[in-house]
């Protein structure tokens, strides 16, 4: 696989990432700019955001739990010539759910659907990771067979 079709799933993970960012920071200045949240009341990280903005905040600080895994596995894939079509096709995947989840979470905050569509994700890195250490390990045992 070639590096840019490895790396084009991580890019557009770091664009949801950014947009979740920016997502924040423009229902804030909202909220602040209309008098419904004073400075006062969050300026020491208190949790006085309205709902809407909270949801886009948790969503946005959600992308450093799980994404996290997705981003080590690339890291370590890509230099040692593990991403195959397999890892390729399934990053994809893996970024498709966390654009519904994303979607869900700054939306209707269906938990039912949420946490489905979250469970989706953590498969299919777990199938991912799994794939890669078999590969790994696989590939030490026969260096060391012959």
């Not at 490895?6 to 200045?29: D, H, N």
């Not at 690339?74 to 040692?80: K, R, V």
Request: charged share 15%.
């Amino acid at each position: 696989m070639s590096v840019q079709m490895v790396l084009l799933p991580v890019f557009v993970q770091v664009a949801l990432t950014f947009g979740l960012l920016i997502g924040m920071v423009l229902a804030r200045r909202k909220t602040l700019v209309s008098g419904e949240t004073k400075i006062r009341d969050i300026a020491l990280g208190e949790p006085n955001w309205p709902k809407g903005a909270t949801q886009i905040a948790n969503c946005y600080r959600n992308q450093f739990e799980l994404p996290v895994l997705f981003y080590v596995l690339i890291a370590l894939a890509l230099p040692l010539r593990r991403a195959d079509l397999f890892i390729v096709l399934m990053s994809w995947v893996f970024v498709v759910t966390r654009f519904a989840h994303a979607g869900v979470f700054v939306s209707s905050n269906d938990l039912g659907r949420r946490s489905t569509v979250w469970l989706a994700g953590v498969l299919v890195l777990l199938a991912m990771w799994i794939y890669f250490a078999l590969k790994l390990l696989l590939l030490i045992w026969a260096l060391r067979t012959t």
